[in-house]
Every structure is written in structure tokens, then in C-alpha cells.
């Protein structure tokens, strides 16, 4: 007879003792036993809290990957790409425009002392009596109806000018476009609207106003451009200057202070650049060719 112990089961190999057996009494859950601990508000808060962080994460990350390609796109691409472009919130005066029109010939001949510029700069006035200008893909600079109301010559208005194509010349302008097509990518999936007509506000691009040091170098070029046009530099920071002594219901109107430097600073600023390039701070004033 072979040996086949280990096929023996185990409970014929001695008698079950009474309290080997286990009696299976059936008993109610607890209530609620499918109900996590965590309350759901708690728990819906969590969700929502991961899924806003996954959300900026990807944001952060568009962004960053959106700014990093444009460096590596050249300035006659991007002119081309964005030739037609225009800023969803922009109310545009008319094209008949005088103010417009004179602003275009003055950006025309102060860009004409940056050689071989990759731009053809356009220029569009906004109808906001808000001051502000700024420097848009495509080498387009808005102006507000605002900021003309303030100009008090020509030579104030170059400098603003000269300012924003200091932008273009280091390609400051793209920093937050990336920004700007996230969000309203972000608004298209949301409201639902065709992704084609991705509207791209210059709101959305100028808020955050660029470094200190952008700002400084973007006067330099304004400051040296105005000197080429006229060979002075008399009343480049005049506008600044009485901005640094406007009160803050005037200021309230100037939402270029917010983008930009401290007015004051940028006055003594710009007389420490006059100085050491030997730029004079005198010479005839050219008035405004609207007045
Ligand atoms: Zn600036």
C-alpha cells in the first residue's frame, strides 16, 4: 500500500471538537456601511481642489511651453503670423481717424532709425479714455484715445512710442502671449465656443507688465530712438513728470502706471541715460500735428 498521507484531510485525521466549529450567525451591517467618514462636502472639495491644481498644472505648464517656442520663432515669422491680427477687446476708432493717422507716421518715421526692423508696424487707437499703450504680436502698438488726450507735444508721444518699440527690439512683447492664448483657450472650452475663433484679448497679454529691467532697456532704445528723430531729448519724461505729480483721482485714469515703472523713477532715470550718452535736453519742441 503506497503511502498517501498528505491526500488525508485534515478533518478525518481527528474528530471536530465542538469548539473548532464556528457557527456563522448572520448579522446586519452597520448602517451606513457604504457611506465613506469623510463628509461629502469635504470629500467633493478635495475632488474639485485636485482637479483645479491638475488644471493650472497643465495651464503652467501650456504656458511655459507657448513662451519658450515663441523665442525660437523669428520675428518675420511672427510678423507674418499675426499680419491680420487684432485683439478681441479692442474697440478700434475709425480708420479715418486723424489722431490715428498721425500716430502711424510718427511710429512710420521713429521706427526708421531701427534698421532693417523685422516689423511693419501697425498702429491702432482705442477708443478707452483710459491712458495706456502697449506692444501686441505682430508689431502692432494700441494707444488709447486716453493717452492722446494726455500728450502734450510730439516729443512726449515719441518717447511713449520709441518705449514700446524697445519692447519689439527684445521681443518682451511675446512674454505673455503664451498667458494670453492659454486663457482664452481656457474660455473657449468652457463656454464652448469654436476653438477656431480663438479670441485672444490684449487684456489678457499686458496685465502682468514686464520686468524692471525690460522696462529700463525698453527706455533706453525709446530714449535713443527720440534722440536719432530730433537730436534732443527735451520733453521725452515731461508726460512722467506731471503723472508723478497728478493726484490719485487723475491716476485713477492712467492704467499705463500699473505696467509700467514709477513715473519720478523714470525721470531721473532717463536724465541718467541723456547724461552719459551726451544727449542734449534741449532743442525745439514739436507740436502735435492734430492740434
Ligand atoms: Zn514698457
Not at 10 to 21: E, L, N, V
Not at 174 to 181: C, E, S
Not at 245 to 252: H, I, L, T, V
Request: charged residues 25%; contains cysteine; aromatic residues 8%.
Amino acid at each position: 500500500m503506497s503511502k498517501c498521507w498528505h491526500l488525508v484531510p485534515r478533518s478525518s485525521s481527528r474528530a471536530a471538537s465542538a469548539k473548532d466549529i464556528v457557527r456563522f450567525i448572520p448579522k446586519k451591517p452597520r448602517e451606513g456601511i457604504n457611506v465613506s467618514d469623510v463628509h461629502p462636502l469635504a470629500e467633493a472639495s478635495t475632488l474639485i481642489l485636485g482637479l483645479t491644481a491638475i488644471f493650472v498644472a497643465v495651464a503652467l505648464l501650456l504656458i511655459f511651453i507657448i513662451e519658450v517656442a515663441l523665442y525660437f520663432v523669428p520675428a518675420t515669422t511672427e510678423a507674418e503670423l499675426f499680419a491680420d491680427w487684432m485683439p478681441e477687446d479692442l474697440i478700434a476708432v475709425s480708420p479715418g481717424d486723424n489722431r490715428l493717422h498721425q500716430t502711424q507716421l510718427l511710429v512710420d518715421r521713429l521706427a526708421s532709425h531701427w534698421a532693417k526692423a523685422p516689423y511693419k508696424f501697425r498702429v491702432e487707437v482705442d477708443d478707452s479714455e483710459m491712458a495706456n499703450a502697449m506692444a501686441l504680436p505682430g508689431g502692432l502698438i494700441i494707444v488709447t484715445q486716453g493717452l492722446l488726450d494726455e500728450v502734450e507735444s510730439e516729443n512726449e508721444l515719441a518717447f511713449v512710442l520709441g518705449h514700446e518699440l524697445g519692447h519689439f527690439r527684445n521681443r518682451d512683447h511675446l512674454r505673455a502671449l503664451g498667458r494670453g492664448i492659454v486663457i482664452s483657450l481656457f474660455f473657449t472650452v468652457i463656454t464652448g465656443n469654436d476653438v477656431a475663433g480663438l479670441g485672444i484679448k490684449a487684456t489678457d497679454i499686458t496685465l502682468r507688465g514686464f520686468s524692471r529691467k525690460q522696462e529700463s532697456k525698453a527706455d533706453e532704445f525709446g530714449l535713443a530712438v527720440v534722440y536719432a528723430e530730433y537730436g534732443h531729448v527735451r520733453e521725452a519724461s515731461r508726460l512722467f513728470e506731471r503723472w508723478d505729480n497728478a493726484d490719485s483721482n487723475k491716476r485713477a485714469f492712467i492704467s499705463y502706471l500699473s505696467t509700467h515703472p514709477q513715473p519720478g523713477d523714470r525721470v531721473d532715470d532717463l536724465q541718467a541715460i541723456a547724461d552719459r550718452d551726451g544727449w542734449p535736453s534741449d532743442g525745439p519742441i514739436t507740436p502735435l500735428r492734430w492740434n
